[in-house]
C-alpha cells in the first residue's frame, strides 16, 4: 500500500497518459503515485512503466466492470479517448461517459479530460464552408471531445477540461512532415494558410496535466488550454531548415485540396486546419503558452522539439 495519492492514467503507454505517468514517476518525492491502465500489463511499455515504479493494472475502456476496477481507490484520473486506434467519434463519446459513470461510482477527487473544441458550436451542421463528416461531425476526432465534456459535468465529477494541441511529432509519425517533391525539393505542406497553429511535444501535455494534479483543486471546472507555441506553416519550415539543414519551403494548400488527398484522416484534418485558421485567434487564445508553462516549466520549444527530434523526421 502507498500512502501516495493514487493517480490512475489512462494511454499510460502512449503519448498523453505515457507523459503523465513519467512526470509522476520521476518525481520520487512527489506526493502521488501512478496506476498505469493498459490493455496488456505484459507489453514492453507497460513493463517499463512498472521498473519505474508504477502499478500495471489491466484495463479495457470498453468495459464498464474494468473502467470500474482501474478507477477504485483513486485520488486522480486521467482520461483520454483514442480517436485514431478506430476513427469512431461515436465510440469516443461511450467510451468519455463510460469513464465519467465509472470515476463517479468510484469517488474519484480529481479527474482530467483530455478534450477538444466542439466545432460544430461555431460551425454548425447546416453551415456548408466545410462538408459534414459522418453525418453529424465537421471535426469528427474534436466534436466528440467537446460533445463529451457534457458527461463529466453531467455526473457532477470534479474535472478539469484539458485542450490539448497539434502534436509536433504529427510530423514524424502522422505521415504530415516534410515530403519531397517532384522537382527534388522539400515541401512541409498544411492548410493553415498564414495561421499560427498551436502545438506541442506530445510528452510536455501529461507533463503539464501532472502540473495540474499538483496544483490541488484550484483549477476544477475549468478549461484549460495548453500549447508550446504558435507557429504559422512558414515559421515551422524555416525552423525545420535550421535544424535539418536542408531547405524545406512551406506550401499552403486550401482545404478543398487538403480533403482530397488519398489517406483516411484527409477530410476530418482538412476540416481541422480549416476550423484552426478561420478561428486563429480565439484557438490560439485559448491555449496560452506561458500559463502551459506555469503548469510545465519545462515545456518545450519548437527549436527544442527539433534538436532532439530531427533525425527521426522522415523526409521521403
Ligand atoms: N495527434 C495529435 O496531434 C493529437 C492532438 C491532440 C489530441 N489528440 C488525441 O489524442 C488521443 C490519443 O492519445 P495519445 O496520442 O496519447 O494515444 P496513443 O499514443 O496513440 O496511445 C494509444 C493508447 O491507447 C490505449 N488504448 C487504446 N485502446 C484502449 C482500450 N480499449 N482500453 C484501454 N486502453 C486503450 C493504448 O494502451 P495499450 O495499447 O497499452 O492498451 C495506448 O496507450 C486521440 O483521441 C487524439 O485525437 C491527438
Given at each position: 500500500?502507498?500512502?501516495?495519492?493514487?493517480i490512475?492514467?489512462?494511454?499510460?503507454?502512449?503519448?498523453?497518459?505515457?507523459?503523465?505517468?513519467?512526470?509522476?514517476?520521476?518525481?520520487?518525492?512527489?506526493?502521488?503515485?501512478?496506476?498505469?491502465?493498459?490493455?496488456?500489463?505484459?507489453?514492453?511499455?507497460?513493463?517499463?512503466?512498472?521498473?519505474?515504479?508504477?502499478?500495471?493494472?489491466?484495463?479495457?475502456?470498453?468495459?464498464?466492470?474494468?473502467?470500474?476496477?482501474?478507477?477504485?481507490g483513486?485520488?486522480?484520473?486521467?482520461?483520454?479517448?483514442f480517436?485514431?486506434?478506430?476513427?469512431?467519434?461515436?465510440?469516443?463519446?461511450a467510451?468519455?461517459?463510460?469513464?465519467?459513470?465509472?470515476?463517479?461510482?468510484?469517488?474519484?477527487?480529481?479527474?482530467?479530460?483530455?478534450?477538444?473544441?466542439?466545432?460544430?458550436?461555431?460551425?454548425?451542421?447546416?453551415?456548408?464552408?466545410?462538408?459534414?463528416?459522418?453525418?453529424r461531425?465537421?471535426?469528427?476526432?474534436f466534436?466528440?471531445?467537446?460533445?463529451?465534456?457534457?458527461?463529466?459535468r453531467?455526473?457532477?465529477?470534479?474535472?478539469?477540461?484539458?485542450?490539448?494541441?497539434?502534436?509536433?511529432?504529427?510530423?514524424?509519425?502522422?505521415?504530415?512532415?516534410?515530403?519531397?517533391?517532384?522537382?527534388?525539393?522539400?515541401?512541409?505542406?498544411l492548410?493553415?494558410a498564414?495561421?499560427k497553429?498551436p502545438?506541442?511535444?506530445?510528452?510536455?501535455?501529461?507533463?503539464?496535466?501532472?502540473?495540474?494534479?499538483r496544483?490541488?483543486?484550484?483549477?476544477?471546472?475549468?478549461?484549460?488550454?495548453?500549447?508550446?507555441?504558435?507557429?504559422?506553416?512558414?515559421?515551422?519550415?524555416?525552423a525545420?531548415?535550421?535544424?535539418?539543414?536542408?531547405?524545406?519551403?512551406?506550401?499552403?494548400?486550401?482545404?478543398?485540396?487538403?480533403?482530397?488527398?488519398?489517406?483516411?484522416?484527409?477530410?476530418?484534418?482538412?476540416?481541422?486546419?480549416?476550423?484552426?485558421?478561420?478561428?486563429?485567434?480565439?484557438?490560439?487564445?485559448?491555449?496560452?503558452?506561458?500559463?502551459?508553462?506555469?503548469f510545465?516549466?519545462?515545456l518545450?520549444?519548437?527549436?527544442?522539439?527539433?534538436?532532439?527530434?530531427?533525425?527521426?523526421?522522415?523526409?521521403?
Open positions: 500500500m502507498t500512502d501516495k495519492k493514487i490512475a492514467v489512462l494511454g499510460a503507454t502512449g503519448s498523453q497518459g505515457g507523459g503523465l505517468a513519467r512526470a509522476i514517476l520521476n518525481d520520487r518525492m512527489g506526493g502521488f503515485a501512478v496506476r498505469a491502465l493498459t490493455r496488456d500489463p505484459g507489453t514492453e511499455k507497460a513493463q517499463a512503466l512498472a521498473k519505474l515504479g508504477a502499478e500495471v493494472v489491466k484495463t479495457d475502456v470498453n468495459s464498464m466492470p474494468s473502467l470500474r476496477q482501474a478507477f477504485d483513486a485520488y486522480g484520473a486521467f482520461c483520454v479517448t480517436f485514431w486506434e478506430h476513427f469512431l467519434p461515436d465510440k469516443e463519446l467510451q468519455a461517459s463510460a469513464m465519467a459513470t465509472a470515476a463517479k461510482m468510484a469517488g474519484v477527487k480529481h479527474v482530467i479530460w483530455s478534450t477538444l473544441e466542439d466545432t460544430r458550436l461555431k460551425v454548425p451542421l447546416k453551415d456548408k464552408r466545410m462538408p459534414t463528416l459522418m453525418e461531425y465537421k471535426v469528427p476526432h466534436d466528440a471531445k467537446g460533445e463529451s465534456d457534457q458527461a463529466f453531467m455526473a457532477g465529477l470534479p474535472t478539469t477540461y484539458l485542450r490539448t494541441s497539434f502534436y509536433w511529432k504529427n510530423f514524424i509519425y502522422f505521415g504530415l512532415g516534410p515530403k519531397r517533391q517532384p522537382d527534388g525539393s522539400l515541401a512541409l505542406t492548410a493553415m498564414d495561421k497553429l502545438g506541442i511535444a506530445a510528452e510536455d501535455i501529461g507533463r503539464c496535466a501532472y502540473g495540474i494534479f496544483k490541488g483543486m484550484d483549477t476544477i471546472g475549468q478549461t484549460i488550454g495548453i500549447a508550446g507555441e504558435h507557429l504559422t506553416g512558414a515559421q515551422m519550415a524555416a525545420m531548415t535550421r535544424a535539418l539543414g536542408q531547405e524545406i519551403r512551406y506550401d499552403a494548400v486550401t482545404p478543398e485540396e487538403y480533403r482530397g488527398y488519398d489517406n483516411a484522416a484527409a477530410k476530418d484534418v482538412a476540416n481541422m486546419f480549416q476550423y484552426m485558421s478561420e478561428f486563429e485567434s480565439e484557438f490560439c487564445g485559448a491555449r496560452n503558452v506561458e500559463s502551459s508553462r506555469a510545465n516549466p519545462d518545450q520549444t519548437f527549436e527544442r522539439w527539433l534538436a532532439a527530434n530531427k533525425d527521426r523526421i522522415p523526409l521521403s
